[in-house]
């Protein structure tokens, strides 16, 4: 059974840092790309980043681009979404989710982290 | 950036109703496109991709169609658990977009 569980939410002041992590489990992680996709309180579904099966390709939404940085560790079956200069409108839901081989669309998600900004 | 965009924003129907949500494209992406379904508190669930395929385990009175920029996801005879919100979504590039949403609740 294909699992993704992520962790690492919290509360963070404006311009901190957070690492949001996703542990891969039940399918070859090492075979598919991985991606992050967010959703803020009441609103719609957002997708953030991508990345490549050895990590050499990374796509993000402009709005993230130069403050998160997505990376994964086959080895440990597990993705990553480092955050930095958090600002409010980043409060979101994170969901880690698979894009299927042949199709990319998203076929497996997690339960989701929620990250909050706020002083 | 293709943007996309649902109609209606959402819509009150009942038991056994036929329900039909509007996608469009601002630009073509052939079939690259998904239908998922939310409920509240939970991630959201893959129904259509490819713009017509059922995805394996949901049921037959979910259909999916159209290419291009026009697709349709239509809910042939709703059931109680059919009571979500919607979203489409394209893979035809990045970055990847979704609709924002189409909410059916009970009439």
């Known amino acids: 059974e294909v699992q993704l569980v992520e962790s690492g939410g919290g509360l963070v002041q404006p311009g901190g840092s957070l690492r949001l992590s996703c542990a891969a489990s039940g399918f070859t992680f090492s075979s598919y790309w991985m991606s992050w996709v967010r959703q803020a309180p009441g609103k719609g579904l957002e997708w953030v980043a991508n990345?490549?099966?050895?990590?050499?390709?990374?796509y993000y939404v402009d709005s993230v681009k130069g403050r998160f940085t997505i990376s994964r560790d086959n080895a440990k079956n597990s993705l990553y979404l480092q955050m930095n200069s958090l600002r409010a409108e980043d409060t979101a839901v994170y969901y880690c989710a698979r894009p299927r081989e042949v199709d990319d669309v998203l076929d497996y998600w997690g339960q989701g982290t929620l990250v909050t900004v706020s002083s | 950036d293709i943007q996309m965009t649902q109609s209606p924003s959402s819509v009150s129907a009942s038991v056994g109703d036929r329900v039909t949500i509007t996608c469009r494209a601002s630009?073509?992406?052939?079939?690259?496109l998904a239908w998922y379904q939310q409920k509240p508190g939970k991630a959201p669930k893959l129904l259509i991709y490819a713009a017509s395929s059922l995805q394996s385990g949901v049921p037959s009175r979910f259909s999916g169609s159209g290419s291009g920029t026009d697709f349709t996801l239509t809910i042939s005879s709703l059931q109680p658990e059919d009571f979500a919100t919607y979203y489409c979504?394209?893979?035809?590039?990045?970055?990847?977009?979704f609709g924002p949403g189409t909410k059916v609740d009970i009439k």
């Open positions: 990345i490549k099966q050895d990590g050499s390709e990374k």
């Open positions: 979504q394209q893979a035809n590039s990045f970055p990847w977009t």
């Open positions: 630009q073509g992406i052939s079939s690259w």
